[in-house]
Structure formats: structure tokens, C-alpha cells
């Protein structure tokens, strides 16, 4: 039985569109932030910075590091200046954008499944957000970190790498003092949740309907489904 499980968030415990999500994260933080930089510019900035993020392998720099290291000398302005209106932004203005997500019952009891099996809860979101933003999504989706004492909650604040990367998952499972067939990665994403995971070892459960083909054949995931039949599934990997 696993002694670790992962879950993805956005469109796995939280129904949530990254193609309607980011757009509307955009347009509310240039608004926010357009009196002191150029919306136009601001996003080609924020951009780039995360395309450095998802270049970093796990060898050197946190992924907030490497966010600042690119992101401000770009834009000519102390990170003094802007960091405290970026804080004020994601306090203030990013819970707005709670109405383009939806809450998924099911999530929720999931946890507490982990939990009540003394399983290590990890919450495995792309780490290219602050740990606040990940904790309103978290908020959002019904499992809050003031109600789950997760042993880890990956966010750019505390990772090297981003879920592209196998590095990610090495970073989770040597965190969590595991091996890799110790634990299961959940999630909806191929490329993020479940190639890159597999790779490394851990066992993988594909969010998708139960026909749907996998984009490649070289990983085949132990299990496929709606997030609804995940409890069931586990509970029958936990009796054989």
C-alpha cells in the first residue's frame, strides 16, 4: 500500500480552467499593478519569468529565486517597491477570482481519506504561484491548510523545479523520505502529472474519463477515472 499520496489542484481537486483562469489572473493584476508598470510590459515580464521557472532542473535556485532574478531587473524597479503591491494583490484581489472556479465534493473527502490512513498529504500544484495564491486555491476547493496538516504543499517559494520536470517529483519523494513505488501521484495533466511522475517511479492515477486513450504509450497509468472513483480504487488497492 502507498505511503504517500499526491494530489494535483487545478482540474483535479479544484475545478478550475487554466485557460479561462489565467486570462482573468492577468487582467486583475495588471489593473493592480498598472500605475506602476505598463500592463503590456508587465505580462511580456511575468511571462519570460515564467518561462525561466519552468527551465529550472532542481540543481539551483528556488523557482521564487529565479522568478526575482529574471522578473525584476527586467522591469528597472526595485523588488522593494513592487513586492509589497503583489502581497497586497493576492490579499485583496485574487480571491475574486474564486467564481471562475468550482468546488469538486469529492476532493475533500479525499483528504481525508489520506489522513485517516496515516498517509503523507501532499498537495502537488505546479510551483510557479506564492504559497498565498495556492492557499485561497486550496481554500476554494474545500481543504484548507488550517484544517490539514499536509507534509507538503509545493509552491515557488519552496521548489527548485516545475512539474515539467522529473526533478519535481525527485524533490517531493526525497522530502518526504520515500521511495518512489511508495507513493501516488494524482492528476489530470499528462505532461505534468503523469509522464514526468512516472518517470521517476511513483505510481500514477490519470484523471480522465474511463475511456479516454493516454496521448503515449510508453506509460501506462495504474489507474484511470473520474476523480469520484478514486476512493474506491484506492480502497481496493489497499485490500489487494
Known amino acids: 500500500m502507498f505511503q504517500a499520496i499526491l494530489f494535483d489542484l487545478d482540474d483535479t481537486l479544484l475545478g478550475n480552467s487554466m485557460e479561462s483562469f489565467i486570462p482573468a489572473y492577468f487582467q486583475a493584476l495588471t489593473r493592480h499593478v498598472g500605475r506602476l508598470v505598463p500592463p503590456d510590459r508587465l505580462i511580456a515580464e511575468l511571462m519570460k519569468a515564467t518561462q525561466a521557472m519552468n527551465a529550472n532542473d532542481g540543481t539551483g535556485l528556488t523557482n521564487k529565486e529565479k522568478f526575482v532574478s529574471v522578473f525584476f531587473p527586467a522591469l528597472d524597479c526595485e523588488k522593494e517597491k513592487l513586492m509589497p503591491i503583489f502581497r497586497q494583490f493576492y490579499a485583496e484581489k485574487f480571491p475574486r477570482l474564486r467564481p471562475l472556479t468550482q468546488t469538486r465534493p469529492e476532493a475533500r ?30 481554500a476554494w476547493a474545500g481543504a484548507p491548510v488550517t484544517e490539514f496538516d499536509y507534509a507538503l504543499v509545493t509552491t515557488y517559494e519552496n521548489m527548485h523545479a516545475t512539474k515539467s520536470h522529473p526533478a519535481y517529483y525527485r524533490e517531493i519523494v526525497a522530502r518526504l523520505g520515500r521511495q518512489p513505488g511508495e507513493c501516488l501521484m494524482v492528476g489530470n495533466d499528462w505532461e505534468r502529472d503523469i509522464a514526468p511522475a512516472a518517470s521517476v517511479g511513483l505510481t500514477t492515477y490519470w484523471i480522465a474519463t474511463p475511456d479516454e486513450a493516454p496521448p503515449t504509450c510508453d506509460v501506462t497509468p495504474a489507474g484511470q477515472g473520474r476523480l469520484a472513483s478514486l476512493q474506491s480504487w484506492l480502497e481496493s488497492e489497499e485490500r489487494g
Do not use: K, Y
Open 109 to 138: 473527502s479525499l483528504i481525508e481519506w489520506g489522513f485517516r490512513h496515516d498517509l503523507q498529504v501532499v498537495i502537488a500544484t505546479n510551483p510557479i504561484f506564492p504559497r498565498m495564491a495556492i492557499e485561497q486555491r486550496l
